[in-house]
């Protein structure tokens, strides 16, 4: 079955960086657009990044773009999430999300790994 | 694209039904035709899954008290007879145009 274990997740000083990374298994990764998304502590869910299967194209949530980068190896089966730039406000869990087969939705979600953002 | 969840708690009682409302700013029909909004459930201490997609297919082994429905702005997830490990949190989301975006979410819980 589908399978996502994010890893990478720490505390961080605002400025910083962090690079997160999701070993996927259970399907053909490199058939499939992934996704990264977050939940702040006791708060909503927010949609971060998407990545097609092949690499080749990326977009980016409003409040991320310029200082995330999404990219994938599919030689791995591994997404990441290169963050700059850090803010208090990107503390958050982030997952790595599967598009369900035929695109557009988010299908299945990894456990997650948190970010903190402090001082 | 701002989705608007009502309300944003609901408790219910066990077998009763439960029904929730998700309102987008605008129409959610994409160029192609299709409409992409979703369902997600998030039980406690849960990552998310999916519940339902195009706006009223059951996603795999989602049990048929689910349901979905509405179209262009105005859409309804509705439980027919909420069961205990119904409890959560539920967000619609949209993906026909980026960003892709949440509702706030709406807390079941049971009276």
């Known amino acids: 079955q589908v399978q996502l274990v994010e890893s990478g997740g720490g505390v961080v000083q605002p400025g910083g960086s962090l690079r997160l990374s999701c070993t996927a298994s259970?399907?053909?990764?490199?058939?499939?657009?992934m996704h990264w998304a977050r939940q702040a502590p006791g708060k909503g869910l927010e949609w971060v990044a998407i990545?097609?299967?092949?690499?080749?194209?990326?977009s980016y949530g409003d409040s991320v773009e310029g200082r995330f980068t999404i990219s994938r190896d599919n030689s791995k089966n591994t997404l990441s999430l290169q963050m700059n730039s850090l803010r208090v406000e990107d503390t958050a869990v982030y997952y790595c999300?599967?598009?369900?087969?035929?695109?557009?939705?988010?299908?299945?979600w990894g456990l997650g790994t948190l970010v903190t953002v402090s001082s | 694209i701002v989705l608007t969840q009502t309300p944003l708690s609901s408790p219910v009682t066990l077998g009763q039904p439960a029904s929730i409302s998700c309102r987008s700013s605008?129409?959610?029909?994409?160029?192609?035709?299709?409409?992409?909004l979703s369902w997600l459930q998030q039980r406690p201490g849960q990552p998310p899954s999916l519940l339902i997609y195009?706006?009223?297919t059951r996603f795999s082994g989602v049990p048929d008290r689910f349901s979905g429905s509405g179209a262009g702005t105005d859409f309804t997830l509705q439980i027919s007879r909420v069961e205990p490990e119904d409890v959560g949190v539920y967000y619609c989301?949209?993906?026909?145009?980026?960003?892709?975006?949440f509702g706030q979410g709406t807390k079941v819980e049971i009276k």
């Open positions: 999300v599967k598009e369900v087969s035929g695109g557009w939705f988010m299908e299945s």
């Open positions: 259970g399907f053909n990764f490199n058939t499939f657009t």
């Open positions: 990545i097609l299967n092949d690499g080749t194209s990326k």
């Open positions: 605008q129409s959610l029909v994409h160029s192609n035709g299709n409409t992409y």
């Open positions: 195009k706006i009223s």
């Open positions: 989301m949209q993906s026909t145009q980026f960003p892709w975006t």
